[in-house]
């Protein structure tokens, strides 16, 4: 199971930092990833990263977007800084079960395991 959590209204330019707890180690899981959805439109990855510390972003928060795991805690993090009102979405956390190539890191259609979504909202 996964909880994703560190949502909220933030002003452009400022920071956010999601948190995605897991029930159980994150050691099970090789590739976990972030996504995101906007009102009307589809859903998209945004970065995902596997156990190695390769990751895929998406070119819209490349030098903006970080991931990082901490396994003592058993949750993995989405650093957002610069935001734009254009990352106004739900964002998701999800993993899968099996190792992802990297080219397909950021396919949702990919991963088993989805968090319940928070909001985040960049606005002044």
């Known amino acids: 199971q996964l909880q994703a959590s560190g949502g909220g209204l933030v002003q452009p330019g400022g920071s956010l930092r999601l948190s995605c707890t897991f029930s159980?180690?994150?050691?099970?899981?090789?590739?976990i990833g972030w996504f995101r959805q906007a009102p009307g439109k589809e859903r998209e990855g945004v970065l995902a990263s596997r156990r190695d510390g390769s990751a895929r972003y998406a070119d819209s928060v490349k030098g903006r977007f970080t991931i990082s795991r901490d396994k003592s805690k058993n949750t993995v993090y989405l650093q957002m800084n610069d935001l734009k009102p254009e990352d106004t979405a739900v964002y998701y956390c999800?993993?899968?079960?099996?190792?992802?190539?990297?080219?397909?890191?950021?396919?949702?259609?990919?991963?088993?395991?989805w968090g319940q979504g928070t909001q985040v909202t960049v606005s002044s």
């Open positions: 999800a993993t899968r079960n099996n190792r992802l190539i990297l080219s397909a890191l950021l396919d949702g259609a990919l991963y088993d395991y």
């Open positions: 159980e180690s994150i050691l099970n899981y090789d590739t």
